[in-house]
């Protein structure tokens, strides 16, 4: 019932806007200001200067279109042309992504960008193929890390905590590991699960802290960066299979080139933010990293014994 009514909510806002045949539709759940939106202006920038005005995108921003999970599923079905989702929610769709939610696999941002602008990478990308979307480029999402209203300085601060995760089976097996309750709540809905302590804490970046307001009702952020996960760009397999070569190769030029300018506003955006969150009175606390790292090696060395998996984080490892 859910679904159903999801979908019909895309084609009411859909038919609102007037959208025709080769108007893309792209839904995200993040707010105007997030460095993602600007990426994905960028990208709608050049969908139009590049196809001279044949093809043009469309935007849906703050979850118009339903949660992060919502617009996936409407992606695949076809309802929804392209969404932006959290690369560990992309996993619950296609496994193979599962290699990019590893905890503490990139080392820093400069090692992850290595792998985003790789082979490797567009490989993964590809690797849901047949199961209704394809990937088309990766943005940069920062890296996440635990916040809440009370400090976490060590694993055993989490210990029983209800954490929010996105519904992504690597991030609740590493809280399972870390001792805590990992509870999947739809990214809109954090602010009020926090206030109301449905849940105790969450995790992610810098940037989402601050510009959810989730730094009003969590003022102590543990920089353990657990993990590097980017955000990833997905559409349907169906509106890809309607773009004749030519707008193909427009649409996946345009993805890659507003993944370069977004890695650029990122990092502007989240230094910004870290200076907000700071005078808004968030505590940003450094701990050690290792300490959490030695709770989830068994999830590590699972990962590297999986053969879907082992060629992308040897790929990275690598680099």
């Given at each position: ?6 979908t019909?909510?895309?084609?009411s806002i859909?038919a609102t806007?007037g ?7 792209l839904g995200?759940a993040?707010?105007l ?6 990426g994905m ?15 043009t995108?469309?935007i849906?921003p703050n979850?118009?279109?339903g949660?992060e999970?919502d ?5 695949v ?9 959290n690369?560990?929610?992309a996993?619950?769709?296609e496994p193979?992504?599962k290699?990019?939610?590893i ?6 941002t400069?090692h ?6 790789s ?7 590809m690797?849901?193929?047949g199961k209704?979307?394809i990937?088309?480029?990766?943005y940069d999402s920062?890296s996440?890390s635990?916040y809440?209203?009370?400090?976490i300085?060590?694993p055993a601060d989490l210990?029983?905590?209800?954490i929010?995760?996105p519904?992504?089976p690597?991030m609740m097996?590493m809280?399972?590991?870390l ?11 954090v602010y009020t ?6 849940i105790?804490a969450?995790e992610n ?8 307001r989730h730094s009003?009702v969590?003022k ?10 980017p955000d990833?760009?997905?559409?349907s397999e ?20 507003s993944m370069?300018a977004?890695?650029k506003i ?5 230094a910004?933010?870290?200076?907000i ?6 505590t ?11 709770k ?5 060395e699972a990962a590297?014994k ?8 040897d790929?990275?490892e690598?680099?």
């Amino acid at each position: 019932m859910k679904k159903a009514l999801a979908t019909l909510a895309v084609a009411s806002i859909l038919a609102t806007f007037g959208v025709s045949a080769r108007t893309l539709t792209l839904g995200h759940a993040m707010s105007l200001d997030s460095a993602a939106h600007a990426g994905m202006t960028v990208f709608a920038e050049k969908v139009k200067e590049k196809s001279g005005g044949d093809l043009t995108v469309k935007i849906f921003p703050n979850g118009m279109l339903g949660s992060e999970r919502d617009q996936a599923e409407q992606v695949v079905t076809g309802a929804l042309d392209m969404a932006k989702i959290n690369g560990s929610l992309a996993e619950s769709f296609e496994p193979t992504y599962k290699a990019i939610s590893i905890p503490y696999l990139f080392r820093d941002t400069d090692h992850m960008h290595k792998f985003l602008r790789s082979d490797s990478a567009q490989k993964l990308l590809m690797s849901s193929k047949g199961k209704g979307f394809i990937g088309l480029t990766f943005y940069d999402s920062g890296s996440r890390s635990f916040y809440s209203a009370k400090p976490i300085h060590t694993p055993a601060d989490l210990a029983g905590l209800k954490i929010r995760v996105p519904e992504s089976p690597t991030m609740m097996e590493m809280i399972r590991l870390l001792g805590a309750r990992a509870t999947p709540v739809p990214f809109t809905e954090v602010y009020t699960a926090l206030q109301q302590g449905v849940i105790d804490a969450a995790e992610n970046n810098i940037s989402s802290l601050v510009e959810m307001r989730h730094s009003e009702v969590a003022k102590f952020y543990a920089m353990d960066q657990h993990m590097m996960t980017p955000d990833l760009i997905m559409i349907s397999e169906s509106t890809w299979a309607s773009l004749n070569a030519k707008q193909q190769k427009i649409v996946k030029e345009a993805a890659t080139e507003s993944m370069e300018a977004e890695f650029k506003i990122w990092a502007e955006t989240d230094a910004k933010n870290m200076k907000i969150g700071k005078d808004s009175g968030v505590t940003f606390i450094k701990v050690d990293t290792s300490k959490f790292r030695e709770k989830v090696l068994p999830m590590i060395e699972a990962a590297k014994k999986d053969a879907a998996l082992n060629p992308y984080i040897d790929s990275i490892e690598a680099m």
